[in-house]
């Protein structure tokens, strides 16, 4: 009998990174595997790869004695494989029922509205998916629309199951339901991949497990015969990072000060942070992050309340007065918003300074003073690049963020909000990006570090807060803080 | 009354066709600004073929064809080129007024344009029916290309709501990338739309120069492919509501053909104004609400 | 990377000489790729047509540069499209998509007109400087609306500029029907306009002076969009709205400042046919130059500088164009397919990267 699932040599290259170097993947009926690694390692590359949305440069698939190559997702879905994105792939405008229908032939070429409706229902129930066919994408919230997508797959009879981590945008109390769908689906002989870089889910639902690490397999095994230590090593190349020396904070004057804060999609919200104090803001994104940072920074108008920065009102300057005023901030999305792809590194340096000196003298850019400052700026902050002319999209990720850091930081800020400051970077950069807080943290700052990766809030934090629905569910001091209580905030429970 | 309805059909019609084909477009993500430009080399291609195979049906049919032949064009440049929709339709529209232009006088042989007079299309009274009071003449009375004009709003209308193809095609100007993962090709959808509006607006253009003048003279779309662009966005890209926006617009027209017979002394350069104006109002009117396909005017991302 | 002395790519003169030009260089040759393959398929539609395609292009040569007359005629020709064209370019870099330089460059004739007629000045200088003036602020005007319309209502620019063309071209008839108008012409025209105003000529050439001052506006757009914070804002905002959101920009500013000037350049291209051309106002005198306008921006790579060479190529092969089809008969309408297969291509020539 022919394997499950092989997958022999796979390369893909983008542009000159490569992001999948030679990758072998086993699979068997009826198991659940873990794909595991740190953001970067590939593990998507080589799903979509699977799932032929991208193809690969060398390397062959093999699924059920049927070898995949030149293949479209269309094929793989015909073929009884099925991938639920992380950014989840549903069409927000329309109903649960019509993003079933969307590309699967059975809906038949007149639409079979009702039988498919009537089908959505039986599904739901069978797998306690909770779901109604006539509910529109935009109004579910995150877990709900993960469960369109397994829905999807399970309506078309896949036998191949691929969950791009799954669990990223998930409350606690959704990832043990996912959990309990996944079990039921393996336990009627379903092949799934588990792609995640969280080891506790591994532990928990896993059969097996694939470590990939800087585009390579870096080991594998069954989940019984290998420890949690082992299995981090495996990840990283060296044991977990020692939690950072923590220095007392230093109880400096409270700089940065809001009370009922309000805006669509959050609050009100009302708390502190002193010079020389990191307040970390834990929770599952989506819960308001993004529109703390953005009313903070002045890219969005409050409705009601009021940001006080040492004692000087400013709930309503324009982002140009607070930047003057000291407020640093380092947007989630980078490609975007934090810098301008197609320009060079020096531009993006001077992006929130250009009409103040070095750069902008009077009605003019001083050439000198950009190609000075970003000479100093290249070299102090580490970014590598062939100079500063290099179009900033050709940087690795962890470079473009080390613009950032330099331009936020290099301007001596008051108040520091750094939203996912760290997220998708490698272990380098990101331990850069942390030692770089701190050491703004030691000058007396207040910072605001927003991120969903607990661990690294709780590495970084004086104080935790959690947000879940808009708000702060709870807020501890970092020592001595209960884990527990942290996940049922994050659950939507208020302390 | 009842002729100033007719009249406000009979100026809606192409209208109403190249809308229909815009709607087919702009869903699948690709702004139609060619409609004007598709409407002018249907125009031309038909009323050269009806002249040139003495068979209207030869010049519905090439109509058709000339149209696509723009939507070609706009496909292969926005969708395989990714570049940018408004400025590419607006470069087709151009290559189309000058290509029809200098064909007109190429096929004479010089520098005069050929004069090409042909009957304009008769209507097909519908038997009985037509014999209705009031929406006899109105409805059941009209010319070939202004019954396969409704007969396509509710088609299309249908096409889009209840068929496969149809929510594969909404899909994509959502979320191509989306689609992409259900099992569609954005590319060949978009390409697929861009080319049947241009088919479908080359109808409008028969419209104009077959059925309703006989005759092809340069630029005699007048903006009118502008308009229906502007109708369909009034009408949220909606099919029945494009029908009710162009005969908005040419009740408009009628209006003001109707003040000039009647000598009112207003300008009719003010009143020729009227439906640009009527849009522009209708547009600020809704605002921010006038929620557009999300993926509209997006270039495709991936290989 | 090897440790090699700085390369002249890599030298600071890449901020005095603009990247985007070194762009334009290394996508020069695309560009003129795409011009020859309009040129050749063109040829193929003439000879379709029964002409020998040589004998057409020699023509169209020799009717742009064959005289300085002619030479003179492809400058006043070009002159329009660089001014209205570096606008466009401003706009489209900002993210702008301004396609309503038709209808601005018809009201900046009427302006232009309205203030040569009305308030005639005996003083020659004074004449034309409040004339072009008065095109300038009609063009400036028109724009202006359509950016209150597109900001303050959040209709897309695109339409709003677009459909105020045509509103645009029916309030220039109507003002000839009306006050502007000479009674008793036969068709819409103003009467002539007094001679003080008159752009100045070149003697034997018959260029008058509209070029070299379009030559100027666009180098100082260009200095602008690379020397300035203002045209670093601006090219921000063209990349990422939300890169220029949160650097501290303003988007309705930075719109509004755009359309506004490049409302003007058009209304002093509308102002600078009137007075340097037809010396009156005339029904569809600027008929097309809107979307010309749009043509050479691109041919240019919207770098304003380079918006120059391309005005020239439509102003000569449109200079051409006529004597071609006196000489040889075949339609001056070819040059309308010339331009439009050539934009074609130099769009499907910028494939934007994924």
Not at chain 1, 195 to 212: A, G, M, Q, Y
Not at chain 3, 160 to 167: A, E, G, K
Request: proline share 5%; aromatic share 6%.
């Amino acid at each position: 009998m022919p394997a499950f699932l092989e997958m022999r040599g796979i390369v893909r290259r983008f542009g000159g990174v490569t992001a999948n170097d030679g990758v072998d993947l086993d699979l068997n009926e009826g198991e659940i595997l873990g794909l595991l690694g740190e953001n970067g390692s590939g593990k998507s590359t080589l799903m979509k790869v699977l799932f032929g949305m991208i193809a690969p440069d060398a390397g062959r698939i093999v699924y059920r004695g049927l070898p995949l190559s030149g293949h479209r997702p269309s094929d793989t879905m015909a073929a009884g494989i099925a991938m639920i994105h992380q950014h989840f792939m549903l069409i927000e405008a329309m109903s649960v029922v019509e993003n079933v229908m969307l590309g699967w032939p059975a809906a038949g070429r007149i639409l079979k509205r009702a039988e498919m409706a009537q089908r959505v229902r039986e599904a739901s129930r069978r797998f306690g998916l909770d779901l109604e066919p006539d509910a529109m994408v935009a109004d579910l919230p995150l877990g709900r629309r993960q469960r369109v997508e397994i829905l999807k797959a399970v309506l078309r009879e896949a036998q191949l199951l691929i969950l791009d981590e799954p669990t990223s945008n998930l409350a606690p109390r959704e990832v043990a339901d996912l959990l309990t769908i996944l079990r039921r689906l393996r336990s009627e002989g379903k092949g799934i991949i588990f792609i995640t870089h969280k080891l506790p889910e591994v532990l928990e639902v896993c059969d097996r497990v694939v470590v990939l690490r800087a585009a390579r397999v870096s080991g594998g095994a069954r989940i019984g015969e290998v420890t949690r230590a082992q299995l981090a090593e495996m990840m990283v190349g060296h044991d977990v990072t020692a939690p950072h020396a923590h220095r007392s904070p230093t109880k400096g004057p409270v700089r940065l000060k809001v009370e009922g804060l309000e805006s669509p999609g959050l609050g009100p919200l009302s708390f502190e942070i002193r010079g020389g104090e990191i307040l970390g803001v834990a929770g599952v994104d989506g819960n308001g992050q993004i529109e703390l940072a953005e009313t903070l920074a002045g890219l969005r108008r409050p409705r009601a309340g009021a940001v006080m920065l040492d004692g000087r009102d400013i709930t309503h300057a324009a982002v140009a007065a607070r930047t003057k005023a000291g407020v640093a901030y380092m947007p989630a999305d980078r490609s975007s918003t934090a810098l301008v792809r197609r320009l060079s590194i020096a531009e993006n340096l001077m992006l929130r300074d250009s009409r103040e000196p070095p750069y902008g003298q009077g009605m003019f850019l001083s050439v000198a003073g950009l190609q000075n400052q970003a000479r100093r700026l290249m070299k102090e902050y580490d970014i590598r690049g062939e100079g500063p002319k290099t179009p900033a999209a050709k940087l690795s990720g962890g470079n473009q963020q080390k613009i950032v850091v330099a331009r936020e930081l290099d301007r001596k800020p008051a108040v520091l909000i750094a939203h996912q400051a760290a997220w998708g970077l490698d272990p380098g950069a990101t331990r850069f990006v942390l030692e770089r807080v701190l050491a703004l943290r030691e000058e007396g700052a207040a910072i605001l570090y927003l991120s969903s990766e607990l661990e690294e809030v709780l590495e970084i934090s004086d104080r935790i807060a959690v947000m879940a629905n808009r708000g702060f569910a709870g807020v501890t001091m970092r020592d001595g803080a209960d884990i527990r209580q942290i996940g049922l905030w994050m659950s939507g429970r208020a302390g | 009354m009842i002729d100033f309805l007719a009249a406000a059909i009979r100026i809606a019609t192409p209208l109403l066709l190249a809308a229909l084909g815009g709607i087919l477009s702009e869903r699948a993500g690709v702004f139609a600004v060619g409609l004007e430009g598709m409407m002018l080399m249907g125009a031309f291609a038909s009323i050269v073929g009806a002249w040139a195979a003495h068979s209207a049906l030869a010049g519905v049919l090439l109509a058709l064809v000339g149209g696509a032949t723009i939507g070609v064009v706009i496909a292969i440049v926005t969708v395989r080129f990714r570049a940018d929709n408004m400025v590419t339709g607006l470069t087709a529209n151009i290559l189309a007024a000058g290509l029809t232009s200098y064909l007109l006088r190429a096929l004479a042989g010089g520098g005069r344009p050929i004069a090409i007079h042909l009957t304009p299309l008769p209507p097909w009274p519908i038997p009985k029916l037509d014999q209705i009071p009031v929406v006899g003449p109105l409805l059941f009375s009209l010319p070939p290309l202004t019954y396969l004009a409704i007969v396509g709003c509710i088609g299309l209308h249908a096409f889009l709501l209840r068929t496969r193809t149809g929510l594969t095609l909404r899909a994509t100007g959502e979320n191509p990338e989306a689609a992409f993962a259900s099992g569609a090709e954005p590319m060949r959808v978009r390409v697929l739309a861009v080319v049947a509006c241009g088919a479908i607006a080359g109808l409008g253009g028969a419209v104009l120069s077959l059925q309703q003048v006989g005759t092809f003279t340069d630029g005699m779309t007048g903006g009118r492919g502008y308009l229906a662009l502007a109708s369909l966005i009034v009408a949220r890209w909606n099919p029945i509501g494009a029908a009710l926006a162009c005969l908005a617009f040419g009740a408009a027209e009628a209006f003001e053909l109707r003040l000039q017979g009647f000598g009112v002394p207003v300008s009719s350069y003010i009143v020729q104004m009227a439906p640009y104006v009527i849009a522009l109002a209708v547009l600020a009117g809704l605002g921010r609400s006038s929620r557009m396909p999300a993926s509209i005017g997006q270039p495709l991302q991936w290989d | 990377m090897t440790d090699t002395a700085p390369s002249a790519q890599d030298s600071w003169l890449a901020y005095v000489w603009p990247p985007r030009l070194r762009l334009a260089n290394s996508m020069a040759g695309r560009v003129a790729a795409a011009a020859a393959l309009s040129v050749a398929l063109s040829a193929l539609l003439v000879a379709l047509s029964g002409h020998n395609p040589y004998a057409a292009f020699a023509a169209m040569l020799k009717g742009a540069l064959g005289s300085p007359h002619q030479i003179g005629f492809a400058l006043n020709r070009a002159t329009p499209y660089l001014l209205a064209g570096s606008g466009v370019a401003l706009c489209f870099r900002a993210g702008v998509i301004n396609i309503g330089a038709e209808g601005q460059i018809a009201l900046g004739g009427v302006g232009a007109a309205a203030v040569a007629l009305h308030f005639p000045a005996s003083l020659s200088a004074l004449a034309v400087v409040s004339a072009l003036a008065g095109g300038a602020v009609f063009g400036a005007l028109w724009a202006g609306l359509a950016t209150a319309i597109h900001l303050g209502r959040r209709v897309h620019e695109v339409l709003t500029t677009l459909l105020l063309n045509f509103v645009a071209l029916l309030l220039v008839q109507q003002t000839l029907a009306g006050p502007l108008g000479q009674f008793g012409a036969g068709f819409l025209q103003s009467p002539e306009l007094p001679r003080a105003a008159w752009l100045w000529k070149v003697p034997e050439f018959g260029a008058h002076v509209g070029f070299p001052i379009a030559l100027v506006a666009a180098a100082a757009l260009s200095f602008t969009v690379w020397r300035t914070p203002f045209g670093f804002s601006l090219r921000v905002a063209g990349s990422s709205r939300r890169a220029a959101a949160y650097a501290g920009f303003s988007a309705p500013a930075i719109t509004w400042s755009v359309m506004l000037i490049a409302g003007a350049l058009a209304g002093l291209a509308g102002g600078v046919e009137a007075l340097g051309v037809q010396h009156r106002l005339i029904e569809g005198f600027s008929l097309g130059f809107g979307f010309k306008a749009v043509t050479v921006a691109l041919l240019g790579a919207l770098e304003p500088l380079a918006v120059a060479p391309a005005a020239l190529f439509v102003g000569m092969l449109e200079a051409g164009a006529q004597s071609m089809q006196r000489q040889i008969g075949v339609p001056s309408a070819l040059v309308v397919v010339i331009e439009g297969l050539t934009m074609l291509f130099v769009l499907a020539a910028m494939v934007r990267r994924a």
